[in-house]
């Protein structure tokens, strides 16, 4: 089995003169969690090379056994120092594809062609294609095969307002996630802030918030079996 992961290159937090990137979490919980299985991973960003990790999923409260893990795994940061170039990769080469989130990827994945391409030919592949956190951005031009948005009519979740509002950022980033999904006609639900939750409509795997990164991964492990 391969699954290609993809993450963010955008290191800016809007004006605010503030680093954002990938959250760790999101990264280092589905990483091992398929590593762990057997699974082959290919990482790939939209530049190519190091992908950018949040400062502020590196703080000690944001740290998890899966956290630890990767700081202490060379392997792991080889990987994520050197990560594949967007435009280099087919989705044929792949059983699946996994988006992390982190706010990096509201800026450039949200508005990225060739990663719009590519998820909609894993889509039209009827391959799994899994999102977590922030990532649904990426979900935002991405279109269904009868033309219309990917989300529409199908049952999402990912970042909500009210945790954007938590965190302060809702005046920062270009756009809400949970707003841009119920525009674009998806089913959104949600849980309590921070509670773990994800949902899956056919191919389309969706989670809520860094608490849900391994309930998308195994549902994802699932649909790859």
Known sequence: ?????????HDKLGDTGEKTGFWVEEFANPYYTLLDKGV???VATPKGGKAPIDPNSDTEDNQTEDTKRFHNDEAAQKVINNTVKLDDVKAEDFDGVFYPGGHGPLWDLANDKTSINLIETFNRQEKP???VCHAPAALKDVKGANGEPLVKGKRVTGFTNSEEKAVELTDVVPFLVEDMLKKNGGDYSKVDDWGEYAVVD????????????????????????
Do not use: H
Request: aromatic residues 8%; glycine residues 8%.
């Open 1 to 9: 089995m391969k699954v290609l992961f993809v993450l963010t290159s």
């Open 40 to 42: 082959d991973i290919t």
């Open 129 to 131: 294609i899994a999102f």
């Open 202 to 225: 056919g191919n389309l795997i969706t989670g809520q918030n860094p608490a849900s990164s391994g309930a998308v991964a195994d549902k994802l492990y699932e649909m790859l079996k």
